[in-house]
């Protein structure tokens, strides 16, 4: 029987996209999924959908730090001890996000951990990373100190990033999505289905067939 498979389309900027993303990673229930990691630029669908980002809506925007540090707790995810929202958000991060399409294109094996580092980055350490300057260190680190090869994702950034970003994020527009995090799970039947938001990530789970175990003991609470 094929192993379920699982798509994830995230943008740096989004913090329940770095919950989905922490928990796919982390936590033992998707040890027996293979993930996929898609950037792609979260303004762009918006746009595209017509859809109004969440800080935008009255008292949306005051609730998403409530909610954000509940699931925190309940999923042991790290945030900053103090503000669960940094500074300065939400930033620009179209050039970061073409850059990461870069490094998709270059290396795909540290896609993963370079949202990891980046997630971290923004969310736990309020760094700004959609500086050139903050991205650029934080991959050195990602590719070993691999100066040259920053050099060569940086510069690709602009010509096949920009085009993949692009591509990227059509594809999740056509697969239905309006935000994120956006979910593409496929079980081992092969049935496919999208599911939108953290909060629907139990039932991403049960569509995979995958069992809810571990420490987390937010699964309890979830769809």
């Given at each position: 029987?094929?192993?379920?498979?699982?798509?994830?389309?995230l943008d740096?900027?989004?913090p329940f996209?770095?919950?989905?993303?922490?928990?796919?990673?982390?936590s033992p229930?998707f040890?027996?999924?293979d993930?996929?990691?898609?950037?792609?630029?979260?303004?762009?669908?918006?746009?595209?959908?017509?859809?109004?980002?969440?800080i935008?809506i009255?008292?949306?925007?005051?609730?998403?730090p409530?909610?954000?540090?509940?699931?925190?707790?309940?999923f042991s995810?790290p945030l900053?001890p103090?503000?669960?929202?940094?500074?300065?958000?939400p930033?620009?991060?179209?050039?970061l996000?073409r850059t990461?399409?870069?490094?998709?294109?270059?290396?795909?094996?540290?896609l993963g951990?370079?949202?990891?580092?980046?997630y971290?980055?923004?969310?736990?350490?309020h760094?700004?990373?959609?500086?050139?300057?903050v991205?650029?260190a934080?991959l050195k680190?990602?590719l070993g100190?691999?100066?040259?090869?920053?050099?060569?994702?940086?510069?690709?950034?602009?010509?096949?990033g920009?085009?993949?970003l692009k591509?990227?994020?059509?594809k999740?527009?056509?697969?239905?999505?309006?935000?994120?995090?956006?979910?593409?799970?496929?079980?081992s039947?092969?049935?496919k289905?999208?599911?939108?938001g953290?909060?629907?990530i139990?039932m991403?789970?049960?569509?995979l067939?995958?069992?809810?175990?571990?420490?987390?003991?937010?699964?309890r609470?979830?769809?």
């Open positions: 029987m094929a192993r379920p498979k699982l798509t994830l389309y740096c900027v989004s996209a770095y919950m989905a993303f922490y928990l796919t990673r982390h229930v040890k027996n999924c993930i996929t990691y898609i950037p792609i630029f979260l303004g762009g669908l918006m746009k595209a959908c017509n859809n109004t980002p969440p935008e009255k008292n949306k925007s005051s609730y998403l409530v909610s954000l540090r509940r699931y925190s707790t309940l995810i900053h103090s503000q669960p929202m940094p500074t300065n958000f930033p620009l991060t179209l050039q996000q990461l399409c870069g490094l998709q294109i270059r290396q795909p094996a540290r951990a370079a949202f990891e580092a980046l971290r980055a923004f969310f736990v350490e760094r700004s990373i959609e500086k050139a300057e991205y650029a934080i680190e990602v100190g691999e100066e040259e090869e920053v050099k060569k994702v940086m510069e690709g950034a602009a010509a096949e920009k085009e993949r591509r990227n994020t059509d999740a527009l056509g697969e239905g999505a309006f935000g994120l995090p956006w979910f593409v799970a496929t079980n039947e092969g049935k289905e999208c599911f939108f953290f909060d629907h139990g991403v789970v049960d569509h067939g995958l069992i809810r175990e571990g420490q987390e003991r937010g699964w609470a979830m769809l």
